[in-house]
């Protein structure tokens, strides 16, 4: 039980264009999903909180115009980055948790972009 | 001063031998403590999730919490090749919906046949 997914595993795109990346969790309810990226040989760093219904809480240093997250049901986020350059390819992770006080996130396997 | 402090490695060890993982932090707000694995270009793994101050064993692994001293370590025994991997630390704090989970930089392992 407890997975996540995501889709695409990987893409590249040509700079200024804008790429979906979509997060589904496939057997649980999540509540909340956060985005992560992670760049090379660096930890993944929390790009912003998702809860369903209700617009996405960001962390500082994130632009919110320019990754824009959708959370329209319980069993998928999206993560929409608009007009993309090469310093925005990074690893892309997403993951989910049913908002139970003592849940765990489950990870999803993850998202390569390449800006061109 | 980083919330999370671990070190990147690379850390290399024969097959068999007992490895030592290790992450300070600084925010007392941590309340939950796990370990990750994450291979090349794939999603963490969740290994080892713990709350409390004390030793927690599942199979080769034990993790390890000193809330006083603000440190965790992750041991593995009898280390094989499959277990190269990096290993990531992550704290969190807030639960729910209002979770925040901070990882730390990865310790990469490689053990050698």
């Known amino acids: 039980g407890a997975v996540v997914s995501q889709h695409p595993s990987r893409v590249i795109c040509k700079s200024g264009t804008s790429v979906k990346i979509e997060c589904r969790s496939l057997?649980?309810?999540?509540?909340?999903m956060f985005w992560y990226r992670q760049f090379p040989k660096q930890s993944l760093m929390l790009m912003a909180t998702?809860?369903?219904?209700?617009?996405?809480?960001?962390e500082q240093g994130v632009e919110k115009d320019k990754f824009l997250i959708n959370h329209a049901s319980l069993t998928l986020s999206t993560l929409t980055v608009t007009s993309a350059h090469p310093e925005d390819s990074s690893f892309y992770i997403c993951?989910?948790?049913?908002?139970?006080?003592?849940?765990?996130?489950?990870f999803g396997p993850g998202t390569r972009l390449t800006v061109l | 001063q980083k919330e999370v402090e671990q070190d990147p490695g690379p850390l290399s060890v024969p097959e068999g031998a007992i490895v030592s993982l290790n992450c300070t932090y600084s925010n007392s707000a941590f309340q939950y403590f796990m370990w990750y694995r994450q291979y090349s270009r794939k999603g963490p793994e969740l290994l080892m999730y713990t709350y409390s101050s004390g030793n927690k064993e599942d199979g080769r692994f034990t993790a390890q919490v000193d809330k006083s001293s603000k440190y965790i370590s992750l041991f593995i025994r009898d280390s094989q090749p499959s277990d190269s991997a990096t290993y990531l630390c992550a704290m969190r704090s807030g639960s729910g919906g209002y979770q925040k989970v901070t990882f730390g930089t990865g310790t990469k392992l490689q053990v050698i046949p």
């Open positions: 998702s809860n369903e219904g209700s617009k996405a809480t960001y």
């Open positions: 993951s989910a948790t049913t908002g139970l006080s003592d849940d765990e996130q489950f």
């Open positions: 057997d649980f309810q999540a509540t909340t």
